[in-house]
């Protein structure tokens, strides 16, 4: 297990926390949480033995070995399934050690030694690496195409989940995970969790994702207040008794005050609005949950709504017969879309099916290959996307980008607005160079808040947002009076400010009429299905079987032919100690050496024919069977 022991840690001159003595046992999985800049990334460090304590001991099992996701990428040529499978250390030092052996001239103990080096692939699960790491692969949203293509040829979000799937395949006892869902889509986040809950090492992850860190988390290591403390549960329960402790502060309850009223006149307008029972009951409880975990956050940092925008048109915006795409391929085909005023529309569908290029059609970004966008008079769109982060001027300060908006409104009024997104005093005058991707997205988003639009266009407005900023922002987007468009992953943000939903599926835009659990269900049933139209003997089967095959019969015949080598030595051997010449004038340690050379042959066939019959057998089983559940993957 990981103890510590009165353990302090400091970053430079700012101690981070002190007094900190608790354990982290084997298979728990510890949700890390903060406020930014509280530590998270030091105490990984530190576990790493990258940094080391103030004061205090941290002891982490000297036989573990930890992973973590890197940060960057190399360009490389690799395939993406081999890179992925460099991660399993241990399984990629044994191929090396199988390699050096098949090409040894030690012909005396090539067969044992490579019968060795097989049954130790063997209960490693070694001959299934291939199938494991397209099994994670597929699960993180890449198609069958992408193996075998080079690192180098994927974008920089995409190489994220390569370095992602590179890690869960590691046979590590502790897993250090920093933002795993950052470049995920839902689909692929549903998947993490179940990959997660199965797994049988110590995790300990960072996330803003609520949903995420409820299904994950066992327990919850806080750091705040200069303490590192841990709670058992969940994220949730955590943040009831959070709220609890707070609750007696006297300036928490002021402000708790304000936010519930700001909540019930979200309530009142979304029970005006509501069509379906059911997803209007889905949308009061997590109104209701929000309701409950705000003291949680009240003393975050933010502050912010959205500002009344100015008279929209209805229609806003109409796509008629439109297919778009990029290059000669069109991702969606014949999208019809009415978009009223007041509509609060979550964007559904699997990795890849479109909900971006939807959005930069609604945008005007994109130009449709045919059909037609019109846009209603007085149209006034707010956009934000990932991309629009590297288009902040490096050399300009926050405050610089909102007074070149908003020529003529008085400084102190820009600060003041900035201050709700924590940008103050010398952060609002520094440079955005230096800033980190969170730091950005808030003021990419400050930048849009304060246009005032009438539809706002979202695509996963919350990648590189804390937690507290995250709530922040569902406040604002619950007080929005404005339409609004949503990509995200964030189920809490998606169930809070969302009145429908939109399946994006298989080139085609169509309204969806369930709630965030029915898609769920939607997705596995769609997984399911697609499962049971394979046919029984596909090429990803047979390929399995092959790479399973293989190397068994390889072995097989290595051991055949050291065995018959054997066998010839012994039988000469057998003929010269059965000599009586040999014995009429001894030579004692010539008779001894090879009687020693007769009993080490003998022990070596016998291990030999051991491990030939187990391979056979094992063979006998892959080709018996059937092809339909060569993809089955280890728990682990």
């Known amino acids: 297990m990981i103890q510590f022991r009165n353990l302090a840690l400091a970053r430079g001159a700012k101690r981070l926390f002190e007094g900190a003595s608790l354990q982290i046992h084997p298979g728990w999985r510890v949700g890390l949480t903060g406020a930014n800049g509280s530590g998270k990334s030091s105490l990984f460090a530190l576990l790493r033995g990258e940094l080391h304590a103030e004061q205090g001991d941290c002891e982490v099992p000297e036989r573990w070995r930890i992973a973590s996701v890197d940060q960057e990428t190399p360009a490389l040529e690799d395939a993406a399934i081999e890179f992925v499978i460099d991660g399993d250390q241990p399984l990629r030092a044994l191929e090396r050690d199988l390699a050096a052996a098949e090409s040894s001239h030690d012909g005396a103990h090539l067969g044992a030694h490579l019968g060795d080096l097989h049954a130790r692939m063997h209960d490693i699960d070694g001959y299934a690496a291939r199938a494991r790491a397209a099994a994670l692969l597929a699960g993180l949203g890449f198609a069958d195409a992408d193996l075998e293509r080079p690192v180098a040829s994927f974008s920089g979000g995409w190489r994220m989940r390569l370095n992602l799937a590179r890690a869960l395949i590691s046979r590590a006892e502790l897993m250090l995970l920093d933002e795993p869902t950052n470049h995920l889509d839902l689909d692929a986040v549903v998947w993490l969790e179940k990959w997660l809950a199965g797994y049988r090492g110590t995790v300990i992850l960072v996330s803003h994702d609520r949903d995420f860190l409820d299904a994950c988390a066992t327990h919850v290591l806080y750091i705040g207040g200069g303490k590192l403390a841990l709670h058992t549960g969940n994220y949730s329960a955590f943040e009831e008794r959070r709220a609890a402790q707070l609750a007696a502060q006297q300036a928490m309850h002021e402000k708790q005050v304000r936010e519930i009223e700001h909540l019930e006149s979200f309530i009142v307008r979304f029970r005006a609005k509501a069509t379906k029972a059911r997803q209007a009951q889905s949308r009061l409880k997590a109104l209701d949950r929000m309701e409950r975990i705000s003291a949680a956050h009240v003393d975050a940092p933010f502050d ?234 596909n090429d990803g089967d047979r390929q399995d079987k092959l790479a399973r095959r293989r190397p068994l019969v390889k072995e097989i015949a290595a051991i055949e032919a050291q065995l018959a080598a054997w066998q010839e030595e012994r039988h000469r051997l057998d003929a010269q100690l059965a000599d009586p010449e040999l014995y009429a004038s001894p030579d004692l340690q010539k008779l001894r050496g090879l009687m020693r050379r007769q009993h080490a042959l003998a022990r070596l066939i016998e291990q030999s024919e051991a491990r030939w019959l187990v391979a056979h057998t094992e063979l006998e089983a892959i080709e018996e069977q059937p092809d339909a559940n060569a993809h089955r993957v280890p728990g682990r």
């Open 304 to 537: 912010f709504e959205f500002l009344a925008p100015g008279r929209a048109p209805d229609p806003l915006l109409i796509l008629s017969e439109i297919s778009a795409g990029y290059g000669a391929t069109n991702v969606l085909e014949d999208v019809r879309l009415d978009l009223r005023a007041g509509a609060r529309i979550g964007l559904l569908g699997p990795n890849g099916a479109g909900k971006s290029t939807l959005v930069k059609l609604l945008a005007g970004e994109l130009a449709p290959t045919s059909g037609a966008r019109v846009e209603g008079k007085g149209l006034a769109i707010g956009y934000f996307a990932q991309h629009q982060l590297e288009q902040l001027r490096a050399d300009e300060s926050p405050l610089a980008h909102l007074a070149r908006e908003h020529r003529g409104t008085r400084e102190q009024e820009l600060r003041n607005f900035l201050g709700g997104f924590d940008f103050r005093g010398k952060t609002a005058d520094s440079p955005v160079g230096p800033f980190s991707g969170g730091e950005r997205s808030r003021l990419a988003l400050a930048l849009l808040l304060r246009r005032r639009p009438n539809l706002l266009l979202l695509d996963e407005p919350t990648n590189h947002l804390d937690l507290e900023m995250r709530h922040a922002l569902m406040r604002a987007l619950a007080g929005y009076e404005g339409s609004l468009v949503l990509v995200s992953h964030d189920r809490a943000l998606l169930r809070t400010v969302c009145d429908s939903f939109l399946l994006v599926a298989d080139g085609r835009a169509a309204k969806f009429d369930g709630d965030l659990d029915d898609y769920l269900a939607w997705l596995d049933a769609r997984r399911e299905a697609r499962t049971a139209r394979k046919p029984a003997r």
